[in-house]
């Protein structure tokens, strides 16, 4: 450096340490007296607890067996895994108490009905990093069997068609989309 950038690198750093001295004192007080703050509003709701009468204690249970929306009343459904921002998995019975094979599988929430019975989202993992990896099944109420469809790689999917013996669906995993045609 030559004599007159030094010089203005002196001054500027002796302007900058100035700046710093004088307003430590200010910046240190202020978080002191935020951390008196916190505690004397802490002690003050510690003793405004004591104070206040205990209310009932809430109890929070697993949940209860509830009827599964469009299933025309066949099947109920009782929350096993809940995956944070995503789907729900769900055990199925039957209402009317008769043994069926969907107790040993997990579902999501997405039941469509058709004519030779219920399309089923059956999780072939409850593992939130292996999701989505779901079989579409088609499970009939009468003879109680669960018949897999396809296999579906996505949370957003839908029956798009149904032409005779042939079921389409559609799927989007946020980038890209298709179409699986199914013979029932």
Known sequence: M????LFFHHIFRFIWNAI???SYPILASF?????GLTWLFSKLSQLLTRLRPEGSKV???ESDWE???YSNDLLEAKLVKQIMFGPSGFVLRRIDGVP???SDHVFGNKVRVIEEGFILEKWNSTESKDLPDFDICLYNPDEDSLRPLTNIKCFDWHVSDKVENELSFKWFDGTQG????VAL
Do not use: A, D, R
């Not at 030559?2 to 950038?5: A, D, F, L, P, S």
């Not at 978080?31 to 951390?35: D, E, K, N, S, V």
């Not at 298709?178 to 045609?181: A, D, M, P, S």
């Open 178 to 181: 298709g179409e699986v045609k």
């Open 31 to 35: 978080g002191l007296i935020f951390i």
């Open 20 to 22: 710093f001295v004088i």
């Open 59 to 61: 109890v929070i249970k």
């Open 67 to 69: 009827p599964l929306p």
């Open 2 to 5: 030559n004599k007159v950038q």
């Open 100 to 102: 069926t094979v969907l």
